[in-house]
């Protein structure tokens, strides 16, 4: 079973708020990622890290940013929410070596009113 | 043309039966395909990997690769009504990048 952790699990909060999703996993990878998911679509790639102090956007346009200061955490903040922030935002990480398997946490879901 | 494509459904099936999910990909450098199974409201559980050309069977679970036609495939034998949900396909891109890329997901609705 996957040990990685996202909080809060829901959010609603109001147009121009700041606000930082926290992902948290206790199994030593160095590899993490946020996805984005809308009802009914497919997971989008917004940001990765292959280590500490390592970070990229993804595929997807994200407004949002991250950061890695410590293996184990990788928090992604909006400086300023806006309604089409409204989404699922989904943390997922994995080992480099050995298993290929990546986790995902349980989700965020966001609503931005 | 998305990198990831599946069919979005509904694939309905009645209890007992094989239901077969298919995918395929842009990226002929891919290396690593996997099924991941998402629950409404729920966050994506991997089921299947799968690296090389053939099959790969795990309990009711057959992972099928072709990589000529750049197509994967899923099946799952004597379906359950527990198995419905929506089946995303992801692929792993060539040795550059490492992060997932994901289809839309099949809908799979198994009546009982």
């Known amino acids: 079973e996957a040990d990685i952790y996202q909080t809060p699990r829901y959010l609603v909060i109001g147009t121009g708020k700041k606000i930082t999703l926290e992902c948290s996993q206790t199994?030593?990878?160095?590899?993490m990622y946020w996805y984005q998911q809308d009802p009914g679509m497919e997971l989008h790639l917004i940001h990765y890290?292959?280590?500490?102090?390592?970070?990229e956007k993804g595929d997807l346009s994200s407004e949002s940013t991250v950061s890695r200061i410590r293996t184990e955490h990788f928090p992604l903040t909006l400086e300023s929410a806006r309604p089409s922030h409204t989404s699922q935002y989904l943390c997922?990480?994995?080992?480099?070596?050995?298993?290929?398997?990546?986790?995902f946490g349980p989700g965020t879901r966001l609503t931005v009113l | 043309q998305k990198e990831v494509e599946q069919n979005s459904g509904p694939l309905s099936v009645p209890e007992g039966a094989i239901a077969s999910l298919n995918c395929t990909y842009s990226?002929?450098?891919?290396?690593?395909f996997f099924w991941y199974r998402q629950y409404s409201g729920k966050s994506p559980e991997l089921i299947m990997s799968?690296?090389?050309?053939g099959d790969k069977e795990d309990g009711r679970f057959t992972a099928q690769l072709n990589k000529a036609s750049q197509y994967v495939s899923l099946l799952i034998r004597d379906s359950q009504p527990s198995d419905s949900a929506t089946y995303l396909c992801?692929?792993?891109?060539?040795?550059?990048?490492?992060?997932?890329?994901f289809g839309k997901g099949t809908t799979l609705s198994v009546s009982s």
């Open positions: 997922a990480s994995r080992t480099s070596g050995g298993s290929d398997t990546q986790y």
């Open positions: 199994m030593g990878h160095d590899k």
């Open positions: 890290s292959y280590g500490v102090n390592s970070t």
């Open positions: 990226d002929r450098g891919s290396q690593s």
């Open positions: 799968i690296y090389s050309n």
């Open positions: 992801a692929v792993r891109r060539n040795q550059a990048g490492t992060a997932l890329i």
